[in-house]
């Protein structure tokens, strides 16, 4: 396996990584792709859909129609993935409307339909009516007030219905969202063309931002652009072989390199010729988790104007307390500029087929 240069941090070495075979050589202009190389999308997709396949977060951007509004599954995998802060103002909001909504009704009620509310020594109806309601939808109990006549008391059934079916089921999606294995993965802003092995290397890193371990850790890295094939301008897709495919153990941030040489599909490319071939950068990061003993995966995509010449990553490593090796997440991003032209123009390495 080849030795990074200035320009690859990689923490692997503190774990263990698996080398990969050499590079497959790219597929000739004058043949068709093997249909294995789409990734799945086929040859009717991968020629007709324009822009991006994957948003930078790898999720798709292809839509089905013909479906449902599927409203309730999207509303249940969006309190899955909503933020914490995000997810608990949802709940909250969600028992405070409902609360308003039964209150309005209350207050709506002839005088006389609640009884005892002066024990709360608040002058606002809509407020004693609000109160009430919380005691029957959270069934904490409403004390000395009580509901008269049939109208007031067929809303307290409907309301001490409602209000356990609610809190069961956002008890429910609290439950779920603590015991679903994820793995939340920090990919760096922007690729990066850098010097690698005395030629160049195409570059991404990311690292783990839960203290959760990965272990077992596999990237899988495949380039879709445009080329001719018989006159004809065709989206192909492009295998990556990278520096190394996976590592063992995953303490730290992974840089992830694929050695432009004479065999690479990006050999002799520069960045007016990756843009003209509209590519596209298609990432699966498969691991195992270790809390849940399970296995997780993440997608990212990094789109041709996402990707940045003449510039390496700089140096993540940070100073620790003791002995042990650190690193400072917030460089994730950060680059160390490049003269021009020092891979925006092909390597020598690149243009010659190595024997």
Not at 42 to 66: E, H, I, M, P, W
Not at 179 to 197: N, T
Not at 215 to 222: E, F, H, K, M, Q
């Given at each position: 396996?080849?030795?990074?240069?200035?320009?690859?941090?990689?923490?692997?070495?503190?774990?263990?990584?698996?080398?990969?075979?050499?590079?497959?050589?790219?597929?000739?202009?004058?043949?068709?792709?093997?249909?294995?190389?789409?990734?799945?999308?086929?040859?009717?997709?991968?020629?007709?859909?324009?822009?991006?396949l994957?948003?930078?977060?790898?999720?798709?951007?292809a839509?089905?129609?013909?479906?449902?509004?599927?409203?309730?599954?999207?509303?249940?995998?969006?309190?899955?993935?909503?933020?914490?802060?995000?997810?608990?103002?949802?709940?909250?909001?969600?028992?405070?409307?409902?609360?308003?909504?039964?209150?309005?009704a209350?207050?709506?009620?002839?005088?006389?339909?609640?009884?005892?509310?002066?024990?709360?020594?608040?002058?606002?109806?809509?407020?004693?009516?609000?109160?009430?309601?919380?005691?029957?939808?959270?069934?904490?109990?409403?004390g000395?007030?009580?509901?008269?006549?049939?109208?007031?008391?067929?809303?307290?059934?409907?309301?001490?219905?409602?209000?356990?079916?609610?809190?069961?089921?956002?008890?429910?999606?609290?439950?779920?969202?603590?015991?679903?294995?994820?793995?939340?993965?920090?990919?760096?802003?922007?690729?990066?063309?850098?010097?690698?092995?005395?030629?160049?290397?195409?570059?991404?890193r990311f690292?783990?931002?839960?203290?959760?371990q990965?272990?077992?850790?596999?990237?899988?890295?495949s380039?879709?652009?445009?080329?001719?094939?018989?006159?004809?301008?065709?989206?192909?897709?492009?295998?990556?072989?990278?520096?190394?495919?996976?590592?063992?153990?995953?303490?730290?941030?992974?840089?992830?390199?694929?050695?432009?040489?004479?065999?690479?599909?990006?050999?002799?490319?520069?960045?007016?010729?990756?843009?003209?071939?509209?590519?596209?950068?298609?990432?699966?990061?498969?691991?195992?988790?270790?809390?849940?003993?399970?296995?997780?995966?993440?997608?990212?995509?990094?789109?041709?104007?996402?990707?940045?010449?003449?510039?390496?990553?700089?140096?993540?490593?940070?100073?620790?307390?003791?002995?042990?090796i650190?690193?400072?997440?917030?460089?994730?991003?950060?680059?160390?500029?490049?003269?021009?032209?020092?891979?925006?123009?092909?390597?020598?390495a690149?243009?010659?087929?190595?024997?």
């Amino acid at each position: 396996m080849t030795t990074p240069t200035a320009g690859t941090f990689d923490d692997t070495d503190v774990g263990s990584a698996t080398p990969t075979t050499a590079p497959n050589a790219a597929t000739a202009p004058s043949a068709l792709p093997a249909a294995s190389d789409d990734l799945g999308f086929g040859r009717v997709v991968a020629q007709r859909s324009r822009g991006r396949l994957f948003n930078r977060d790898g999720t798709s951007t292809a839509t089905k129609y013909g479906l449902r509004a599927q409203r309730t599954e999207r509303l249940y995998l969006a309190a899955l993935h909503a933020p914490w802060v995000v997810f608990v103002l949802w709940v909250f909001g969600a028992v405070l409307l409902l609360n308003g909504l039964f209150a309005l009704a209350y207050a709506a009620l002839p005088a006389g339909a609640l009884v005892g509310t002066e024990v709360l020594d608040i002058a606002d109806p809509f407020l004693r009516a609000f109160v009430f309601s919380v005691g029957i939808f959270t069934t904490t109990g409403t004390g000395a007030i009580h509901a008269v006549g049939v109208t007031a008391n067929w809303v307290v059934v409907i309301e001490s219905l409602t209000g356990p079916l609610v809190l069961v089921l956002a008890g429910g999606l609290l439950l779920a969202r603590l015991i679903r294995p994820r793995a939340q993965l920090r990919f760096s802003e922007s690729a990066v063309v850098a010097p690698y092995d005395g030629g160049r290397g195409l570059m991404f890193r990311f690292v783990n931002e839960l203290p959760s371990q990965l272990t077992d850790v596999r990237a899988d890295v495949s380039l879709a652009l445009y080329e001719m094939f018989d006159g004809k301008r065709e989206r192909n897709f492009h295998q990556l072989a990278l520096e190394r495919s996976g590592v063992a153990v995953f303490p730290l941030h992974w840089t992830v390199v694929h050695p432009i040489t004479a065999d690479s599909p990006l050999h002799k490319f520069t960045p007016q010729q990756l843009r003209e071939a509209e590519a596209e950068l298609l990432i699966l990061i498969t691991a195992h988790e270790e809390t849940f003993s399970t296995h997780v995966s993440v997608r990212a995509s990094y789109y041709w104007d996402d990707v940045t010449w003449d510039a390496k990553f700089a140096d993540i490593f940070a100073q620790s307390a003791g002995e042990s090796i650190a690193i400072d997440v917030e460089r994730l991003d950060r680059l160390d500029r490049l003269p021009e032209g020092t891979t925006s123009v092909p390597a020598a390495a690149e243009l010659t087929t190595k024997g």
